[in-house]
């Protein structure tokens, strides 16, 4: 038996795994704000229903990655304060997101930060890491999936240029 063959929660993190989840919790903690800020700029129902589950998905996770980090006696990143709750009426049309923008933010968003959970996947040695993340992968790709039909169902995607087969000429 080495020493990494146990219990994986008294097994040593590496450095990778404790930056990167470090780092996972300040992008977290960034976009907390910003999508905060997006609620109350939001006003599709939908796209606010949205940003509130991503809001309460990266809160948890969250949670669950400083405990994780505390009980290997590492030092959390600060966190911004909770915004406060405001009207998109009150806030002057010129300068208020608009719902696509918004939407598109938040796919672009939610693709970094599969790669970003991958990364990790990848990069740990503890079970209990890879396993963490890859809950949190699996629940942002489901996001995503939830996402992507509401921005076709709103009009909001803008597809690439679709590749369509020229025509076989006889």
Known sequence: MGILSGNPKDEPLHDGEVFGVWSFITANNGLLSVYQAFINHAGDKDLREMLEDAVRMMKDENKQASELLKANGVALPPALPDRPVASAEDIPVGARFM???????????????????????????????????????????????????????????????????PPIKK
């Open 99 to 165: 719902d696509p923008e918004i939407s598109a933010i938040l796919a672009v968003n939610g693709a970094s930060a599969l790669v970003g959970c991958s990364q990790i996947i990848g990069q740990s040695i503890r079970e209990d890491i890879g396993m963490m993340f890859g809950q949190f992968h699996a629940s942002k790709a489901q996001f995503g999936a939830r996402l992507l039909k509401l921005n076709k169902e709103k009009g909001w995607l803008i597809p690439p240029p679709l590749h369509v087969s």
